[in-house]
């Protein structure tokens, strides 16, 4: 089926990154839509494919998906082969999991450290509500480490809908300079020595538009 998704900034839209990433990751050929987020003609160009107003947006054949989440289930659904969930149901069970954490949760590293793919080396203040979401994320890196590292170098041995959930994160954690040690150093150097995510990286310092309220720090 024919297969669209449509996509806010690759320098910005966090969302939009981990459906294309999890398109890209598996193999899922797909056309590329990106309407530039926090210009006038935004809500009403998002607008003629989803009322929900918001991106990510996968056309699939007669279908339309919004929300990241359900992208992922929809696409786990029709390309079983591809294994975007741990074939373990323990291991689906965890990644279930901490996929739901992510979608609902981290809400002051949301507001603390937007993602910015171009402003490599800004400085914020650390409160301790946001180290607490980051200590957060170190444990759920460390224990995937601990738990499947001997099956690959993804948060489950293979890729999954996992590291599409928590590929911004990365990022996140890479503009503002945030240190990790080394029991969940592994996989950032993973995600960002993905093709695919080299090929967002390229495409978001070509783009030239500016958000202002996502330009935090100094």
């Not at 918001?54 to 079983?80: K, N, R, S, Y």
């Not at 002051?108 to 994320?137: Q, Y």
């Not at 690959?152 to 994160?169: R, T």
């Given at each position: 089926m024919?297969?669209?998704?449509?996509i806010?900034?690759?320098n910005?839209s966090?969302w939009?990154?981990?459906a294309?990433?999890?398109?890209?990751?598996a193999?899922i050929?797909?056309?590329?839509h990106?309407?530039a987020?926090?210009?006038p003609?935004?809500a009403g160009?998002?607008?003629?494919?989803t009322?929900?107003?918001?991106?990510?947006?996968?056309?699939f054949?007669?279908?339309?998906?919004?929300d990241?989440m359900a992208?992922?289930?929809?696409?786990?659904?029709?390309?079983?082969?591809?294994?975007?969930w741990?074939?373990?149901?323990?291991?689906r069970a965890?990644a279930?999991?901490?996929?739901a954490?992510?979608h609902?949760?981290?809400?002051?590293?949301?507001?603390?450290m937007?993602?910015n793919?171009?402003?490599?080396g800004?400085k914020?203040?650390?409160?301790?509500?946001?180290?607490?979401d980051?200590?957060?994320i170190?444990?759920?890196?460390?224990?995937?480490?601990r738990?499947y590292?001997?099956?690959?170098?993804?948060l489950f041995?293979n890729?999954?809908?996992?590291d599409?959930m928590?590929?911004?994160?990365v990022?996140r954690l890479?503009?503002y300079?945030?240190?990790?040690?080394?029991?969940?150093?592994f996989?950032p150097?993973?995600l960002?020595?993905?093709e695919?995510?080299q090929e967002?990286?390229?495409a978001?310092?070509?783009?030239?538009?500016?958000?202002d309220?996502?330009e935090?720090?100094?």
């Amino acid at each position: 089926m024919k297969t669209k998704l449509i996509i806010g900034n690759k320098n910005y839209s966090s969302w939009s990154l981990r459906a294309w990433l999890l398109l890209k990751e598996a193999g899922i050929p797909f056309e590329e839509h990106r309407i530039a987020l926090d210009c006038p003609n935004t809500a009403g160009e998002i607008a003629t494919f989803t009322e929900a107003k918001c991106v990510p947006v996968l056309q699939f054949g007669e279908m339309t998906v919004w929300d990241t989440m359900a992208i992922a289930e929809t696409m786990a659904e029709h390309f079983p082969e591809k294994h975007l969930w741990p074939q373990d149901p323990v291991a689906r069970a965890h990644a279930r999991a901490i996929c739901a954490e992510m979608h609902s949760g981290f809400h002051v590293l949301r507001s603390c450290m937007p993602m910015n793919c171009r402003a490599m080396g800004r400085k914020i203040p650390l409160p301790d509500e946001l180290g607490d979401d980051i200590d957060r994320i170190i444990a759920i890196w460390a224990e995937c480490h601990r738990k499947y590292g001997d099956q690959g170098s993804w948060l489950f041995g293979n890729f999954s809908i996992a590291d599409a959930m928590f590929a911004p994160v990365v990022l996140r954690l890479r503009t503002y300079g945030i240190n990790l040690p080394e029991s969940a150093g592994f996989y950032p150097q993973r995600l960002l020595e993905s093709e695919a995510m080299q090929e967002w990286l390229l495409a978001a310092e070509a783009e030239t538009e500016v958000i202002d309220r996502e330009e935090t720090g100094q």
